[in-house]
Every structure is written in structure tokens, then in C-alpha cells.
């Protein structure tokens, strides 16, 4: 049994930064691409940011382009997000999730969340003003 795990979120203040981490726990996989959404109550989840094992390329939502980074450590088998400048409307629980049957998503991004098939607990990110 795969799992995902997040782990980093927390309370900060508006204008703070944090770093998502995430890690598959239990048997290793192979994927092709990790990406993070994130859900706030009341709304549907929300893409933000993919990243391809190989070759690493990156795609972003328009809303976090400049202020979110994605980044992987090959080595340690785990994805992280870069969060800068973070706002109130930041707020949210963060999913990292695992691409393992769309290969064309490491070379043109996927965005919904049915593209992918391993999805973490979540972590909570509540941005105070």
C-alpha cells in the first residue's frame, strides 16, 4: 500500500513563507509526475503546481506563479512547495498527489485531480492577516 505523506503546514502570518514536504510512505512506486492542490472549505480543489520525475519540468497555476515553487529530490523520493508571500486566501489544506498512469502528464502538465491517483492526508496552512 502507497501513501503520501505532507507534512510542514502550520499557522504563520500573513507575508510569511513555508516549505511543503512530501514523501511516499510503504512500498516505492514509480510516477510520472507529483502535483499539489489544495482545498479550502466550501471550495473544490484547487491545482497549484506539478512537477515531471524526469527531466523535472514544472507547471504552476496563474494564482501562485511567483510566489509557489516546486521542487524534487530524486534521491530522497520527495516533492516539496516553496510558499512566499502567503496571503489570508492562502488558506487551506494542502494535498500532494502522484501521477502513475498518464505519461503525457511529465510533458504537458495535468491539472485536474482525477489525472491523478495517489493523493496524501493533507496539511493545514491557515495564513492569518
Known amino acids: 500500500q502507497v501513501q503520501l505523506v505532507e507534512s510542514g503546514g502550520g499557522l504563520v502570518q500573513a507575508g510569511d513563507s513555508l516549505t511543503l514536504s512530501c514523501a511516499p510512505s510503504?512500498?516505492?512506486?514509480?510516477?510520472?509526475?507529483m502535483g499539489w492542490f489544495r482545498q479550502a472549505p466550501g471550495k473544490e480543489r484547487e491545482f497549484l503546481a506539478q512537477?515531471?520525475?524526469?527531466?523535472?519540468?514544472?507547471y504552476y497555476a496563474d494564482s501562485v506563479k511567483g510566489r509557489f515553487t516546486i521542487s524534487r529530490d530524486n534521491a530522497k523520493n520527495t516533492v516539496y512547495l516553496q510558499l512566499n508571500s502567503l496571503k489570508p486566501e492562502d488558506t487551506a489544506v494542502y494535498y500532494c498527489?502522484?501521477?502513475?498512469?498518464?505519461?503525457?502528464?511529465?510533458?504537458?502538465?495535468?491539472?485536474?485531480?482525477?489525472?491523478?491517483?495517489?493523493w496524501g492526508q493533507g496539511t493545514q496552512v491557515t495564513v492569518s492577516s
Open positions: 510503504g512500498r516505492t512506486f514509480s510516477s510520472y509526475a
Open positions: 498527489a502522484a501521477d502513475t498512469r498518464f505519461e503525457h502528464c511529465s510533458d504537458y502538465g495535468c491539472y485536474r485531480p482525477f489525472e491523478y491517483d495517489y
Open positions: 512537477i515531471s520525475w524526469i527531466g523535472g519540468n514544472t
